[in-house]
């Protein structure tokens, strides 16, 4: 199965410079809002919203967007194809289908591949890393909802052990997997053995930890009642608000320095990038705290 055809961005990019942080708005001009989630060298993919509220996926390389529709993605309002990470020429995401069954996806570049956990009745793939896919799927368990590690044959369960109410795994680097885990919403790396918890900036009571590039962690809090982003380098919080917000600005990926993710403006979702400084240049965070609630909602059909 192949794409639909290119659409040519129509919409001029803002740009704008906040605590050194330097924003850019990146809205598909099919749509009604958009949301930017993940990012490989020059390459973006997200999603849009369209006038009858279905949802599209997208591949943006930096002047065209290229539709990503799942063929077997359902067209009723809220059903839809959403694209989440990207590695090289690979995309995964996960599309909703006539029945309102979450189903993830692998994108080639030419085939749509269907990834279903068997462990859940439901699964949404986030974040791919060479041959490794990470994601979650509902579970009937004491786990609502589990993580998973697909390494193109085999599921693995990603349970954080404070996760008493579940695990999403949203993002892979190597082998070192980000997410978050409830109840008590906080950030979480695992590399393969150890669980550590990201507990965000200093006067964060929870955190959501969304991609990683390297040694960098993308991710949000909430210093209540908005939602803010986060670089972490193991050391500092830098803040990621984009100065045309009304409301929330939630960092969804990053790849080197640059983050994407979305801005509200109204009731409105406005994706955007970022090229964040190094922490001797930039602003560092003591703010806020996380509000599960606030961080959940924009996510269309989150698990938990």
């Given at each position: 199965?192949?794409?639909g055809p290119i659409v040519l961005?129509?919409?001029?990019?803002?740009?704008?410079?906040?605590?050194?942080?330097?924003?850019?708005?990146?809205?598909?001009?099919?749509?009604?809002?958009?949301?930017?989630?993940?990012?490989?060298?020059?390459?973006?993919?997200?999603?849009?919203?369209?006038?009858?509220?279905?949802?599209?996926?997208?591949?943006?390389?930096?002047?065209?967007?290229?539709?990503?529709?799942?063929?077997?993605?359902?067209?009723?309002a809220s059903q839809?194809?959403?694209?989440?990470?990207?590695?090289?020429?690979?995309?995964?995401?996960?599309?909703?289908?006539?029945?309102?069954?979450?189903?993830?996806?692998?994108?080639?570049?030419?085939?749509?591949?269907?990834?279903?956990?068997?462990?859940?009745?439901?699964?949404?793939?986030?974040?791919?890393?060479?041959?490794?896919?990470?994601?979650?799927?509902?579970?009937?368990?004491?786990?609502?909802?589990?993580?998973?590690?697909?390494?193109?044959?085999?599921?693995?369960?990603?349970?954080?052990?404070?996760?008493?109410?579940?695990?999403?795994?949203?993002?892979?680097?190597?082998?070192?997997?980000?997410?978050?885990?409830?109840?008590?919403?906080?950030?979480?790396?695992?590399?393969?053995?150890?669980?550590?918890?990201?507990?965000?900036?200093?006067?964060?009571?929870?955190?959501?930890?969304?991609?990683?590039?390297?040694?960098?962690?993308?991710?949000?809090?909430?210093?209540?009642?908005?939602?803010?982003?986060?670089?972490?380098?193991?050391?500092?919080?830098?803040?990621?608000?984009?100065?045309?917000?009304?409301?929330?600005?939630?960092?969804?990926?990053?790849?080197?320095?640059?983050?994407?993710?979305?801005?509200?403006?109204?009731?409105?979702?406005?994706?955007?990038?970022?090229?964040?400084?190094?922490?001797?240049?930039?602003?560092?965070?003591?703010?806020?705290?996380?509000?599960?609630?606030?961080?959940?909602?924009?996510?269309?059909?989150?698990?938990?």
């Open positions: 199965m192949r794409a961005i129509l919409t001029a990019l803002v740009v704008s410079r906040a605590s050194g942080v330097t924003y850019t708005t990146l809205d598909n001009p099919a749509g009604t809002s958009t949301t930017l989630t993940g990012i490989s060298g020059n390459n973006i993919v997200g999603f849009y919203v369209d006038s009858s509220n279905v949802n599209h996926g997208f591949l943006y390389n930096g002047s065209t967007f290229t539709p990503l529709d799942d063929p077997l993605a359902g067209t009723g839809g194809t959403f694209a989440e990470g990207i590695d090289g020429n690979n995309i995964v995401g996960y599309y909703v289908d006539s029945s309102n069954v979450d189903h993830g996806f692998l994108y080639d570049g030419s085939t749509y591949t269907t990834l279903d956990d068997p462990a859940g009745t439901g699964t949404q793939a986030y974040g791919i890393s060479g041959n490794k896919i990470v994601g979650a799927s509902n579970v009937s368990s004491l786990f609502s909802v589990s993580g998973f590690l697909f390494d193109g044959t085999n599921y693995s369960p990603i349970n954080d052990p404070q996760g008493l109410e579940g695990t999403i795994a949203y993002g892979i680097s190597g082998s070192t997997i980000v997410g978050s885990f409830q109840p008590f919403q906080r950030g979480f790396t695992y590399d393969g053995s150890t669980y550590t918890t990201i507990n965000g900036p200093p006067s964060a009571d929870l955190s959501q930890a969304r991609g990683i590039s390297g040694d960098k962690i993308v991710g949000s809090y909430l210093d209540n009642p908005t939602a803010f982003g986060f670089v972490y380098d193991g050391s500092h919080y830098t803040k990621v608000a984009d100065p045309l917000a009304t409301g929330d600005t939630q960092a969804l990926g990053i790849f080197g320095n640059t983050v994407v993710g979305f801005y509200e403006v109204g009731n409105v979702d406005h994706g955007f990038m970022a090229t964040v400084p190094e922490p001797s240049t930039a602003a560092l965070l003591i703010l806020g705290a996380l509000g599960v609630a606030t961080l959940m909602r924009r996510k269309p059909r989150p698990i938990i």
